[in-house]
């Protein structure tokens, strides 16, 4: 498994933008973001592989990025064009089997950050 830290959440009004930040303590073969309101399902937001590749959610296309900093084995998901229903808790997961298919169930991870809050108001 990989220990997973993350940063970045925080309140800010629609339409508005926050980055949150994933640091992995070893190595991983893709990281995905996934939020969660109380009550209803984990969903999937965006994945990247190791070597890049990325893959978003409809809700989010075009609104979020997903990046990594290789050197500092740190993910971040750049969040744009901020929504109230983007309104949830935070986690990243990553996956370290090697070689892999990643996709934005969470199945394909089994190490997960403790997650980061993100309230947008209207």
């Known amino acids: 498994q990989v220990h997973l830290v993350e940063s970045g959440g925080g309140s800010v009004q629609a339409g508005g933008s926050l980055r949150l930040s994933c640091t992995a303590t070893?190595?991983?073969?893709?990281v995905a973001w996934f939020r969660q309101v109380p009550g209803k399902e984990r969903e999937g937001v965006a994945r990247?592989?190791?070597?890049?590749?990325?893959l978003y959610a409809d809700s989010v296309k075009g609104r979020f990025t997903i990046s990594q900093d290789d050197a500092t084995k740190t993910v971040y998901l750049l969040m744009n064009s901020l929504k109230p229903e983007d309104t949830a808790m935070y986690y990243c997961?990553?996956?370290?089997?090697?070689?892999?298919?990643?996709?934005?169930?969470?199945?394909?991870?089994?190490?997960w950050g403790q997650g980061t809050q993100v309230t947008v108001s209207s």
């Open positions: 997961a990553a996956g370290v089997r090697f070689e892999s298919i990643c996709t934005l169930e969470p199945q394909s991870y089994n190490s």
């Open positions: 070893d190595p991983y073969w893709c």
């Open positions: 990247i592989y190791l070597g890049g590749n990325d």
